[in-house]
């Protein structure tokens, strides 16, 4: 694949965002991965190009955060969290299930394309652990069977909405949302529900608050 | 009693000697009556894995452990098609000087793949200087049934780890090929 | 460590001092200090990987823990600044600074490799070291260690075993802080971190080496010493480096009559701690294709002869000549210089000589002898540190003397601000951060007339210096507007020749109309003084020829014997002037250490000693003499010096010492010149030639140069050969992937790069392979050539 010209307009516009135009690399790389699926050599160079910087600072940038891969990650990314609580409420047995569905394992691509599977860590939405993404879109108390459901209707080419609203779209939709964040989505789906602000209700109800920093210990 | 001469008393010595066993050995007509002890430091020898491939490293372990300086080393890189030792590295010039050499067996200690040992062989003597430093091939062990002349890659499917840890037991027909093909090639 | 300068010390600010304690020791030091440093100097030796004292702190390898009194969990001390009354405790004296040291190594050595018997950092390695001083006697770990193909290569020369590296960014850190060249990062991240480069992005850095260097561990080595050697076979000899004029010092470790390799040796004052891939990789020349025994020419064919029957040969020869002319190359060193210039003067009775032999003018040797011969130092390597600004002309440092390109990067990221006037922004202004003043080749002397008035003022600030390199000599009118410009700005102006042994053949006074010490020919009473020194009743009065006009004269037959001493023809722009004139010379006498186009047009050759060889001096662009030992003092082959000394006496002339410490006190007793000088050049400035494509040249750091031969690893680390230019005139050519470059002499087809050239300008690499301009093209810098899309 070659980054088109249109692209790279749009590359030299995030870098014009920022005082120190290296501020826009991981923005760059998104975008990278919303044409290519992937951070491909050539969008490293054209990265590094635009931003006057070697090729191996891009590379590094791009092999230390785990959001970027070197391969094509096909048309959806689905990641499941694994951590401690989503994994003892049930992460560990969603993300087998998958896996045994998907017929892959951690950040590998299926074989027909169409999804990518990852152990992710936190996505602080510990409320409705175990939870699940799509294209980093949530998907919310999860269950082994709810998550397969799931990637079978996406299989199917199903419309799909995250347990939040948003509709998923595909894995290159959602970056280009991460290198241009202002289209419009943002306030898509619900931000903050009921359920987790139990904890501050509770609180207020009895009167707790978090014990005021002694003057004079920074 | 009158004393016998001192002469004839002399010679009586000798008469007795006649009779007694003899410890002179014959060497080299009886060479094998007295055999040196097993444990008997004589000729170095550099061995080999079961496959053929050299054991030697040509880290120079034992030159740097050799209090008479003796031994010369020269290391270098074993190349695609041409492999000496399993790993990177291979001791492409061996000497040992035995005009220095003290038999010490420092350099056996030293040896970090078991490369280098002690035979029994303690002949060594020469008319000139030059054929006293032994080179890699005077001190290579001869190739037993199953291991084939390097250069050669290592057995298919190995790697320098399984070789340290003793797994290989002698060559196999992919390698015959390779060293036929070189014996063709030139 | 780099020892800050003395000069200007009243204008430095009062330090402000703290008092800090390390294991019970008070120690006063200047705030600021890290604590690694302040305990280096009670004496007290901190473990420590990641730390080096020209790199920036990063703490990465965590090694050099230690316990500070007040703080809760033990510091890093190559990170940590003293402050007043701080209580450090290392681990001589502290439980908690030993365990977590212990502990630190335990986990550096979970997954290294047990390399040891067969790596190159074997023996002289700090992890080897530290491992002892520093770990625990057993490792609790048992799992299997993680592990990588091994090893790879980051450049065709530096090569990288993953499993070894401890993560310090040692290498990285030079990448990018020293050598301005990140294309070796660390990647990946957590157990998988890794140092590697972009794909198919080698680290083709010209100062790669270093990284070797300052790896603490055996992850970086080269191709060119892979198992070639242990540390305890090798004999170490401080020596200087003999390809540029940088000076830097260096060590060479040698085993059995061989050089295995070279490293940059500690100068805080010349090379810091660095030096360039061309130096340390560059020596298997001293070995291949050298001249052996003398030779003679008998019926138009070479052969061996004595060393008496060649010194009678060429003793004859040379006394039956009625004019001489000497030519020495620029790689001499200053005693082997000395000794020229004083045999052609007394055993010649000829003022003919010249070292330039090379693009030169007569207006630069009126440039050499008036304002550089014998001159006071006054711009070193410290000062161009602390200059406020430095404009370059005609002088491309990365390339043309890399350790000045080392110390303008400092000085550019402490300020100083950089100009360069010429046709290219090149990739190594841009790593000073500099900016280009734009002047089409030949017309760099009226950009200079009418630099514009900021720069000019910026040039009259205190400590402005004004670098101009020997290219200067291709411009007509340039040496007259760098010295007008230095004298209205009051900038110091320095001359940065390319080759080792320039500087110190000028002042040895290899050079038409010069005597040594910068005394000019001229002057009676500094002719008398060297006449006296020689013991001879006089020296000749009337300058001699050099350069271009010495070699017309001998193609012109006026030239009755030459003697050439290191002189390469390629180095000529003219080449068949250079070969016209050693043929119509009646006599030639070549002393040479390698055989060449020379030695096939000598009537004698004497073999010569190269610089492991033989003892000497070479002095640097700065005018800093650089002496070295011999390496090999069992070496048979003679130097220069004495070759010339055995000549003079085959000639039954005196000419004096000839030994390295005779010439050298000969040399001190004469001293520098303070009387008069020789006369400014005042030359116009030429016309800018016409044409749609200008030639700006110059030589690669890494090319097709002599001294770089046998060794492969290098050469493929050399920058990519290509013919520049500026999008506009890629454009006018229809935007090729190479082109075909036509001079008078011929054509090369090279690629095609877009950079920052001015327009109507192509850069082109002036010795490297494919491109050889004054052989394959027959241009020199300045002139036109037409240029084609190749097909």
Known sequence: MTISAETRDQLRELAARYPKSRSALLPMLHLVQSVDDEVTSEGINVCAEILGITSAEVTAVATFYTMYKRKPVGKHHIGVCTNTLCGLLGGDAVYSALSERLGIGHNEPSADGQFWLEHIECQAACTHAPVMTVDWEYMDDVTPASAVAVVDRLARGEQVESTRGPVIRDFQATEHTLAFPLDGLVNDGVAVDAKMLVGLRLANERGMSAASIPAGDA | MAELPQAVRGFGVTFATIFKKVVTEQYPEQAAKFPPKPRYHGRHQLNRWADGLEKCIGCELCAWACPADAIFVQGADNQEGDRHSPGERYGRVYQINYLRCIFCGLCIEACPTRALTMTNEFELADNNRADLIYEKQDLLTPLLPGMLAPPHEMVPGTTDTDYYANKIT????????????????? | MTITSDAGSDLTPQVEMVTVVVDGVAIEIPKGTLVIRAAELLGIEIPRFCDHPLL???????MCLVDIEGVPKPQPACAQVVSEGMQVRTQLTSPVARDAQEGVMEFLLLNHPLDCPVCDKGGECPLQNQAMTAGRPESRFDEVKRTFPKPINVSAQILLDRERCVSCARCTRFAEQIAGDPMLELLERGANQQVGTAVDQPFDSYFSGNTVQICPVGALTSAAYRFRSRPFDLVSVPTTCEHCASGCSLRTDHRRGTVT????????????????????????????????????????????????EALDFAARGLSAASSHGVLVGGRSTVEDSYAYARFARVALKTDNIDFRVRDSSDEEAQFLRSAVAGTAVRTTYETLEQAPVVLLIAFEPEDESPIVFLRLRKAARGGTRVYAVGPVATRGLAKLSGTLIPAKPGAEPAVLAELAEQVRAELQAPGAVIMVGERIAGIQGGATAVLQLAQATGAALTWVPRRAGERGALDAGALAGLLPGGRPLTEDSARAAVAAAWGVDSLPATVGLAGAELLAAARDGAIGALITGGVELGDLADQSLGRAGLEAAGFVVALENHHSAITELADVVFPVAVVTEKAGTFMNWEGRPRPFAQTFKDALVMSDAV??????????IAVGASDVAGIRQELGALGAWTGPRAERPNVPAGPVAEGAHLVATWRALIDNGVMQEGE?????????????????????????????????????TVPLEIGAVIDGVVCLPLNSPGCVLYRDLGVRSGQAVTIKGAL
């Open chain 3, 643 to 652: 070759v010339l000394g055995m000549l003079a006496k085959a000639m039954n």
């Open chain 3, 261 to 308: 390799r070279r490293l940059a040796w500690d100068e805080p004052a010349v090379n810091e701690e660095w030096n360039c891939d061309k130096g340390r990789f560059a020596f298997t020349y001293q070995e291949q294709g050298r001249v052996t025994t003398p030779l003679i020419r008998e019926d138009g064919q070479l052969r061996v002869a004595s060393w008496p």
């Open chain 3, 712 to 748: 492969p690893y290098l050469a493929a680390t050399a920058h990519l050969v290509a013919a520049t230019v500026s999008a506009t005139t890629a454009g006018a050519l229809g935007n090729p992937e190479s082109v075909t470059v036509t001079g008078p002499l011929g054509s090369v």
């Open chain 3, 56 to 62: 920036e702190p990063v703490a990465a390898c965590r």
């Open chain 2, 170 to 186: 002698g060559a196999v027909p992919e390698q015959a090929v390779q060293v036929d093909a070189e014996q063709v090639a030139p």
